[in-house]
């Protein structure tokens, strides 16, 4: 390729952010050209150290106009409602864009239940959602990709291949948990040392916004109305998420074969013959399964690192899509182990 093209974040002052930075700077294909806050925000190297003598841009304020002058893909790890009022002024300057936050990942009725006012409908309608096991091909015609978050995303993963085989008649249980980078960079009281630390809770049990996400994917892919009950915890790790799904099949099949098969051409999938763990997704865009039965009780246990499968290497992933190159290029596949 001559040329690479040219691409911008927006919102790189955050965890998903710099994971994004740390990608894009070593892609052979795209050409960070800045990034953006909503504010100027100081050089990248001052807000993340860690990129001390590696990139040295400034973070500016966003400025559509300008950042469309000098991007062909915009990658926006924003807030929910800050993202939607952006990628609506990028998509009419003919940028593409792939959005990190939940503005454009439902169905209006429900994005406007469980968040807020949509300011953006008319593109709402024509995002895809941007998991590639499941959306492959539409991505690659898409202008705007809503990428998942991690708890749907390991959930989905999980959940999606056996749906087709699940009893109705019985609730789906979805136990995830998550690192503390998964609540974001800014402190709360959750988050806190003191509270994280040897220690572990639930929070939002059964009324998470995330739950309607999971159901609202299953029943659009798999036409399945299942009652899923979703309970995220939160870890004392830094980054890693571990999902357990518990279902009830209505026959019974050879889960491990079935679910080796049904992935079998994903190249981010690895379905386990044991139980998996947290560390060998941490720092990968891999997936890890672990799936087994008893008579008809169903255990799904899937890992990722919410920062990358579940934030910014599956969007690096979409953008590759978008782009024609291969899924793969500069995706990181070996884990911070140990």
Not at 37 to 53: Q, W
Not at 319 to 329: I, K, P, Q, S
């Amino acid at each position: 390729m001559e040329s690479k093209i040219p691409v911008s974040i927006i919102g790189a002052s955050g965890y998903t952010g710099l994971e994004l930075v740390k990608i894009l700077i070593n892609h052979p294909y795209f050409d960070l050209k800045g990034v953006f806050g909503s504010e100027d925000g100081g050089r990248i190297d001052e807000v993340h150290p860690s990129l001390k003598g590696i990139i040295n841009l400034q973070i500016n304020k966003a400025d559509i106009k300008e950042i469309a002058k000098e991007s062909e893909l915009v990658f926006l790890a924003l807030p929910h409602k800050s993202a939607m009022s952006f990628a609506k002024e990028l998509l009419k300057e003919g940028v593409r864009v792939v959005d990190l936050s939940a503005d454009y990942r439902l169905e209006l009725e429900t994005y406007e239940k469980f968040y807020c006012a949509h300011e953006d409908r008319e593109n709402l309608k024509r995002a895809i959602y941007g998991l590639p096991e499941f959306y492959r091909e539409e991505i690659k015609k898409a202008s705007l990709v809503a990428n998942p978050g991690c708890y749907p995303t390991a959930s989905l993963l999980a959940l999606l291949p056996f749906a087709d085989f699940l009893d109705e008649n019985y609730p789906v249980f979805i136990d995830a948990k998550s690192g503390v980078s998964g609540a974001g960079k800014k402190c709360s009281s959750k988050t806190h040392f003191v509270t994280v630390n040897e220690n572990i809770f639930a929070y939002n049990p059964l009324s998470h916004r995330h739950e309607p996400e999971i159901k609202e994917k299953v029943l659009k892919l798999k036409k399945r109305d299942l009652e899923i009950n979703f309970v995220p915890q939160l870890l004392p790790i830094s980054r890693g998420m571990l999902v357990n799904v518990y279902a009830v099949l209505k026959e019974e099949i050879d889960v491990f074969n079935y679910l080796k098969d049904f992935y079998k051409d994903e190249k981010f999938i690895r379905v386990r013959e044991n139980p998996v763990d947290v560390k060998s997704t941490a720092g990968t865009n891999f997936c890890d399964l672990f799936v087994k039965r008893d008579k008809k009780s169903l255990f799904i246990s899937s890992s990722i690192d919410n920062l990358l499968r579940g934030a910014s290497s599956q969007a690096v992933v979409n953008a590759n899509l978008m782009c024609g190159f291969r899924e793969d290029t500069a995706i990181p596949i070996v884990a911070y182990v140990p």
